[in-house]
């Protein structure tokens, strides 16, 4: 495996400098062929020739931004500092950003852990921190950065349902953030041999297949039926048994367990009804 070896190239300003020198003394030299040629144009072509090699060694590195130098195949090392720099002229230096990157996969149609088909897509935010690796180790590092996301999240969406039934289970859509913590860690071991380090890793789109999104909607608004019935059931006994406590605590009327019962009973029709009670006056006796 190729690590990164970060090196210091010279600054470029005193090679630059030459090559312009150069360039006009071989000028110079040139106008004075006349006077002996075989002379002056040897001496214009060797100062052409300094010039020339001193422009190849030239480069620039932007910020955030590396050049990796090869000499005949051989990696040499890394040159991060920014500016005009110079270094042998017969390395061959390729640029690699180490600006922060982000890329948001497509929408993948995958099963969830239930089988049930859904759409899931993810973002993921990222940067080159070992450009040997990003450099020789992989192909096209931006290609495989993109590859394995998606396989990562295909992997993790087949682990967990979209929804959970069960407390105390995780799903897609109830633990986004642990979701995305694993993720990211997920992405990052197989990123890691390309030299690219994850830096966020989330979940940007998830739904059910439109195949059966209109049964799994029915689905969740049942759920959600069943959940508030049961919380108003809940609180409705509360009331009810509160009521009973302080009518005997306070000892306002004396009830038997009929007239409990359908006390209890008028109560619990009242308050989980879904529409208004109407009152019915009862001039009687309910042992009528």
């Known amino acids: 495996m190729i690590r990164e070896i970060q090196r210091n190239a010279i600054s470029g300003i005193g090679p ?4 312009v020198l150069s360039f006009a003394a071989a000028v110079t030299a040139y106008c004075f062929a006349k006077h002996n040629p075989w002379l002056y144009v040897s ?21 955030n931004e590396a050049k990796v130098l090869q000499l005949f195949g051989a990696y040499k090392g890394t040159v991060k500092d920014s500016g005009l720099r110079f270094a042998n002229p017969f390395y061959s230096k390729k640029a ?34 070992d450009t040997a690796e990003a450099a020789f180790e992989v192909d096209d590092y931006e290609n495989f950065v993109h590859v394995q996301s998606e396989a990562a999240l295909r992997n993790l969406a087949t682990q967990y349902p979209y929804d959970a039934h069960e407390e105390g289970k995780m799903s897609l859509r109830g633990n986004t ?8 860690t997920e992405v990052q071991e197989r990123l890691a041999k390309a030299g690219v380090e994850v830096l966020e890793a989330r979940i940007s789109h998830l739904a059910y297949a439109p195949e059966i999104a209109a049964a799994m909607l029915r689905r969740q608004q049942a759920s959600a039926v069943v959940a508030a019935r049961t919380k108003i059931v809940e ?26 019962a359908q006390m209890v009973s008028n109560l619990l029709v009242v308050l989980c009804g879904e529409s208004e009670a109407q009152p019915v006056v009862n001039a009687g006796t309910i042992y009528q």
């Open 16 to 19: 630059l400098v030459l090559c």
């Open 43 to 63: 001496a214009g072509s060797v100062l052409v020739l300094a010039g020339i090699l001193l422009a190849m060694g030239l480069f620039v590195v932007n910020p």
């Open 96 to 129: 690699i950003s180490q600006r922060i990157r982000n890329f948001e996969s497509a929408k993948l149609k995958v099963n969830e852990h239930e089988g049930s088909p859904i759409e899931i897509a993810a973002v993921v935010v990222w940067r080159v921190i």
């Open 177 to 184: 953030a642990e979701i995305a913590g694993q993720l990211k």
């Open 235 to 260: 609180g409705a006994v509360g009331m009810v048994e509160m009521a009973l406590d302080q009518l005997a605590t306070k000892q306002v009327i004396a009830l038997d367990e009929e007239r409990k």
